[in-house]
């Protein structure tokens, strides 16, 4: 991480701004082209601070989103993950349908609680019916196992790096403090507001 690395003050690293938003602005360009395209994408961040923000901003961009812990294999064993989440929404579907209603109590409670537990680990992916085009990471440490996966799938990536990351972990690494509310805030901010842009541009040219 030296090259991303500015200076040093009372043994905090402090990140180069400049190229900051250097490597911002490649992957707002990214995310941008992408969605001009159609494509899909996966937000992933898991810490506690940045769940709501992760669900909020997937939303607004209409991207699938995953921010509870990341279990081995969602990507790589696919046909799993698709299975469970064909379940999800069959089951999603049943209950508004009223077909509960038709069950002993037993099993509706048994049902719910499975529909609960989905709903908290797989509701941001959800409508994701095939692998995602790029996936963004909002911490590298934390969510290292899923960008393994997109690279062994050959997924694009797009990852916050901290001072204590491997940068070339990821198709494009934008230096800034994982830690704090703020850098995630403005980074995922950017991001989102491409994407919107990129579908935008989609919609009036179809």
């Known amino acids: 991480m030296a090259p991303y690395i ?3 003050l009372r043994g905090t690293h402090i990140i180069n701004l400049a190229r900051m938003a250097r490597f911002l602005a490649e992957g707002c360009d990214l995310v941008f082209d992408a969605a001009s395209q159609e494509k899909s994408f996966l937000i992933v961040g898991t810490k506690k601070r940045a769940m709501d923000l992760v669900a909020s901003a997937a939303i607004r961009a209409r991207c699938h989103y995953f921010n509870k812990k990341w279990f081995s294999g969602m990507l790589t064993n696919w046909s799993i993950t698709k299975t469970r989440l064909s379940q999800f929404r069959d089951l999603r579907a049943e209950e508004k349908m009223g077909k509960f209603q038709h069950l002993p109590k037993r099993d509706v409670a048994i049902l719910k609680r499975k529909l ?3 709903q908290r680990y797989l ?3 959800k ?3 095939r692998l995602p085009d790029i996936v963004i990471v909002l911490d590298q440490q934390k969510e290292y196992i899923a960008l393994q996966e997109c690279a062994i799938l050959g997924i694009p990536t797009i990852s916050l790096v901290d001072t204590n990351c491997d940068p ?9 403090n994982d830690d704090t509310m703020t850098s995630i805030r403005l980074i995922l901010n950017k991001l989102v507001f491409a994407i919107c842009e990129g579908r935008s541009l989609y919609i009036r040219n179809h």
Not at 168 to 176: C, E, F, K, Q, R
């Open 127 to 129: 409508y994701m019916t």
């Open 116 to 118: 609960s537990t989905l």
């Open 168 to 176: 070339d972990l990821a198709n494009i690494s934008i230096p800034a």
């Open 123 to 125: 509701g941001g992916i």
């Open 6 to 8: 500015s200076a040093k």
